[in-house]
């Protein structure tokens, strides 16, 4: 269960509170809170202003200037400033306003916009000149060429000429603009792109993968030198030799690197020449990349670690993954930095040092060659970090984004941190929560609260309290407002020190049958600047319950379930790490999920005994109604409630959209972390949600014709399927593991009376359902009978909800079940496999897996061909070919068994980066004119080597041209390939494997 999975798992659930204090009783303070600072050390640095005198508005970058040992910074608005590099420096000296001195023809142009970048030329000494990439508006939106890198002249005064200006690149003017430039050691212009659009849809120009145009890219351009293009048009700027796609007639032959979606900010080690680039990320992950020429780093297939979307053509070289990600619970706005070279702060020499825009954490991340051998965060700050700049001693610095006063930081040793960890509370009795920790009865002070919309956690029971320290009180607006030193909005605010807590109970089996008993206590504190998730795991007897550790945990249960023959169920029950319980309670989604209005406006449904709705906290005077206009009091607030998704009294679209609400509306919003841009919120109308008639981007699994809800059949409806699924794919995918058949059946009822349009059920799904209704008739399951049934994932989502609702298949269940347990069809398997006896349930290998195990097994090889096709599963044809069906992405393996036998395949699969055959791997190769080319090696010999594209297209190269080659030491295959694959399944894809020893062609 991930920890507060939305205050639904913080807060949701239908349990009763304690009774001890009437809701309606006058308030009693909150005084035995033990709940403060932080349980993990403090971090080893922290921020500190230097440059006290010199404040700016908005910054951006900050550099060195090639004259007078100077220190330059540069505002988004169009400002460039120059300072003497002392601390105790204090003016600044303008050297150009840009926004004011740009002549533009407001014919085609709007105005100034903004600011990105800025370099000095290798040898300003000699020539004065300075490098600008900058944005202008076009008359109505973004303007196609409008942002510009453009060349100056600075004057004897070190002021920034504009009259000298000399346009040398422009791109689109829209978001993600990129604009950082950084001379190399080579003494080349390398000038970073993003793809031009903003967050939603991903990557909608579709010029991640598209190196046709200088999008989402990194260019590499000889300023000193004119040169022409593709076509023989002349540029005012070479284009190197050796660039890696110049022997491309369709790419832009200035790309160096591509696959970026909004790169912020890059840096040179100036010792090893390497480039390191800050990607910010969509949904889930922030990236750092050391990137390297003809690097394809993923946009918009992938998104750092995650796929985005599988189905999306790829560019012609490989795609590399991040030197490091950053999952959004820990940062959500990647700022790129340096690797640190001064000798201020030894412990950090040799680390690259990047920070976050949102959280405003910096890490220091160390690397050996290609092996990262130490991350750690080292700071937490209050600042919006927007750039890093080193000084003339490669020192570090960093920049606060604001838009008044905004400052320049450096790291300092933590000496003065404000809370000792070992006195935060191990145990659950520590915290001043409750007077009796074993029953469950709350402090003076602690009030427990009910809800409308519970979250589904596993048929977990709840009990839910608020805790605000003395007389504090909650503040609700009316709409949501800014949240002061973070671009994020928020309608709930806590006090300094608010607590929200809930306690999970299950059936748990004992010598007498079963009680139901704690199994764990989750907390959610606001410390006054962050959200901070706890979990604190009962102990057997439910006398106490101990804080887990950062990592989690996990526990096996005995769990009491009718539902299965032995009446107890076997259930892994998981602790949530800290950083889990914060994938959901997310900045975006509000943090308190539950104590929202939306949740506590019980409306007529009234209070309920022992636990306030918002009615009573406010009569309490826990809970104050604001104006977001003037941030003033008010006693009337216009509320969209949540209904309760099993009352028949509320309409049936409120129910099923409330139970969206709470269960998957979390990370289904904008900027959560949901891959698919849908919206689930209960408020967002239906027709923006993103969902009716839209096909899925992470497979239909098998659905005909399906999108994420078809109007009208849920057995078409993606969101349907995997609600009803186990395995891989299953929604929610945190927080629970067993199907909630009531939650499907109103989602169900929900589609269904949609008003269908030109969709609605189809002829098959007509067949399937026609086939269920002929089955209960029977009332015995023969095999030409159940053969329908079993087809496909539709077929299968008809039966399960047939053998859900029971009615009419008692008689025919025995042969079903026996049916059930010989589909191979994981798409199928997946959605009737609960219904079967454990013993009998698929044992998914999961992340652990033994080879020896595996070896000693026999397999199918023909139902390993099938695996191997199937849509669902690894999915291996969609990057490989086997007699001439498949894709061409990767290596042909029609002739694998030839190579490798069944133990080398088999660790190839579970080690895919563990040893890479230079037949398999893709090379990289560089010519002694310094070009850079990359392909699966398809032949060599004396006279010539040839490279196979992703395109399926030679590259022949002379054996005199070939400088040097080396594979990639990665493999393009995903780890744990095989992890949601039976045993019996992995071993006939492995025969099917071994059996292919078809002589290939050279070409594959």
Request: hydrophobic residues 35%; aromatic residues 8%.
């Amino acid at each position: 269960m991930i920890f507060l999975i939305a205050l639904s798992t913080l807060l949701l659930g239908l349990g009763h509170g304690n009774a001890q204090q009437d809701p309606q009783d006058k308030r009693v303070p909150w005084s035995t809170s033990r709940i403060t600072g932080s349980p993990e050390a403090p971090p080893p640095f922290r921020s500190e202003r230097t440059f006290a005198k010199l404040g700016f508005s908005n910054p951006v970058l900050i550099t060195t200037a090639p004259f007078e040992k100077r220190m330059v910074v540069a505002e988004q608005g169009g400002k460039v400033w120059s300072f003497m590099n002392n601390p105790a420096c204090e003016k600044a000296d303008l050297l150009i306003d840009l926004a004011s001195s740009l002549k533009l023809d407001t014919q085609q142009y709007g105005g100034f916009e903004a600011l990105y970048g800025l370099a000095f030329h290798p040898r300003f000494a000699e020539n004065r000149l300075c490098y600008l990439c900058y944005v202008v508006r076009g008359k109505n939106g973004p303007h196609p060429q409008g942002t510009r890198v453009s060349e100056f002249r600075l004057d004897s005064s070190h002021h920034l000429d504009v009259a000298t200006e000399r346009v040398l690149l422009t791109w689109l003017g829209g978001g993600h603009n990129g604009g950082d430039l950084h001379f190399g050691k080579d003494g080349l212009l390398y000038i970073s792109t993003g793809d031009a659009t903003d967050p939603a849809p991903p990557d909608r120009l579709q010029t991640g993968q598209d190196i046709s145009d200088l999008l989402s890219s990194i260019l590499r351009i000889d300023v000193d030198k004119q040169g022409k293009d593709a076509q023989g048009k002349s540029l005012p700027y070479a284009i190197p030799a050796d660039n890696p796609f110049v022997h491309l007639p369709k790419a832009r032959h200035e790309v160096w690197a591509y696959g970026f979606r909004n790169p912020w900010r890059m840096g040179f080690d100036q010792p090893t020449g390497d480039l390191w680039v800050g990607d910010v990320g969509w949904e889930m992950y922030e990236m750092v990349y050391r990137v390297r020429a003809g690097g394809n780093y993923g946009w918009s297939v992938m998104e750092g670690p995650q796929v985005v979307n599988p189905e999306g053509k790829r560019g012609p070289t490989p795609i590399s993954g991040p030197d490091i990600s950053f999952p959004h619970t820990e940062a959500a706005s990647i700022t790129g930095g340096f690797v640190y070279r001064g000798t201020r702060l030894k412990e950090l020499q040799g680390h690259y040092i990047c920070g976050d825009w949102v959280t405003r954490k910096l890490w220091a991340s160390q690397f050996d060659k290609d092996k990262r051998i130490s991350h750690r965060q080292v700071a937490q700050t209050s600042q919006q970090i927007i750039a890093f700049g080193l000084d003339h001693d490669q020192e570090l610095y960093f920049l606060d984004y604001k838009e008044k006063d905004a400052g320049i930081y450096q790291l300092v040793p933590n000496e003065t941190a404000s809370f000792d960890p070992k006195k935060f509370p191990r145990t659950l009795s520590e915290t001043g929560l409750f007077q009796s920790t074993s029953q469950q009865l709350a402090a003076s002070g602690v009030y427990p609260f009910a809800i409308n919309s519970p979250q589904f956690v596993d048929q977990a029971s709840a009990k839910r309290w608020v805790a605000l320290p003395g007389n504090s009180t909650a503040r609700f607006y009316d709409r949501a407002i800014p949240i002061r030193e973070t671009f994020y909005s928020g309608q709930v605010f806590l006090p300094k020190d608010g607590v929200l807590v809930k306690t999970l109970s299950l059936p748990l089996k004992t010598a007498e049958g079963s009680h139901q008993q704690a199994v764990e206590t989750q907390i959610l504190h606001f410390d006054g600047k962050n959200w901070n998730g706890y979990t604190y795991a009962w102990n057997p007897q439910a006398t106490e319950a101990e804080l887990v550790e950062a990592g989690g945990r996990d526990r096996e249960l005995t769990v009491a379930d009718p539902s299965e023959a032995s009446g107890f169920r076997k259930q892994t029950w998981h602790f949530a790490g800290r950083s889990q319980c914060m994938t959901c309670h997310n900045p975006w989604a509000g943090h308190a999920l539950a104590f929202t209005p939306m949740q506590l406006d019980l409306g007529n449904a009234g209070e309920r005994p022992g636990e306030s709705g918002l009615g009573g906290l406010r009569r309490l005077g826990l809970v104050e109604y604001r104006k977001a206009d003037g941030d003033k009091a008010t006693d009337t607030m216009t509320i969209n409630r949540l209904s309760d998704p099993l009352s028949a009294k509320e309409s049936l679209e409120n129910r099923a959209r409330s139970y969206l609400h709470a269960n998957c509306a979390h990370c289904h919003q904008s900027g959560a972390g949901g891959t698919a841009t849908i919206d689930l919120r209960q408020h967002i109308p239906l027709a923006e949600s993103k969902v009716v008639g839209i096909k899925p981007v992470q497979g239909a699994f098998g659905l005909p014709d399906a999108s994420l809800i078809t109007a009208g059949d849920p057995y078409r409806s993606a969101l349907y399927y995997r609600m009803a699924k186990t395995g891989s794919g299953h929604m929610p995918h945190l927080g629970a593991d067993l199907i909630d058949v009531q939650g499907l059946e109103l989602v169900h009822d929900w589609i269904s009376q949609m008003a269908p349009g030109t969709t609605g059920k189809t002829p098959i799904t007509q067949q399937a359902i026609a086939a269920l209704t002929r089955l209960k008739d029977a009332r015995i399951a023969d095999a030409e009978t159940m053969k329908p049934l079993l087809a496909g994932p539709l077929e299968g989502l008809v039966l399960a909800r047939g053998m859900d609702l029971g009615t009419g298949l008692e008689k025919a269940k025995p042969g079903l079940l026996e049916a059930i347990a010989k589909v191979d069809n994981p798409g199928v398997r997946d959605l009737l496999e609960r219904f079967l006896p454990p013993g009998q349930r698929l044992q998914r290998l999961g992340g652990q897996i033994e080879p020896a195990s595996l070896l000693a097994l026999k397999g199918d090889k023909a139902k390993g061909k099938e695996i191997f096709h199937q849509n669902n599963g690894p999915r291996c044809a969609a990057c490989h070919r086997v007699e001439g069906i498949g894709s061409t992405l990767g290596p042909d393996l029609s002739g694998i068994g030839l190579k490798y036998n069944r133990e080398q395949i088999l660790d190839h699969i579970l080690y895919p980066s563990k040893t890479i055959d230079p037949k398999y791997a893709t090379q990289l190769v560089e010519t002694t004119t310094g070009k850079t080319l990359s392909g699966l090696l398809s032949s060599k010999t004396a006279n010539e080597l040839v490279l196979r594209t992703a395109e399926d297209k030679e590259i022949r190269i002379a054996a005199t041209e070939v400088a040097s080659i080396m594979p990639l030491k990665t493999s393009q295959m995903p780890e744990l390939l095989l992890r949601d694959l039976t045993a019996r399944q992995a071993v006939d894809l492995l025969d099917y494997l071994a059996s292919l020893k078809e002589k290939t062609t050279p070409d594959r």
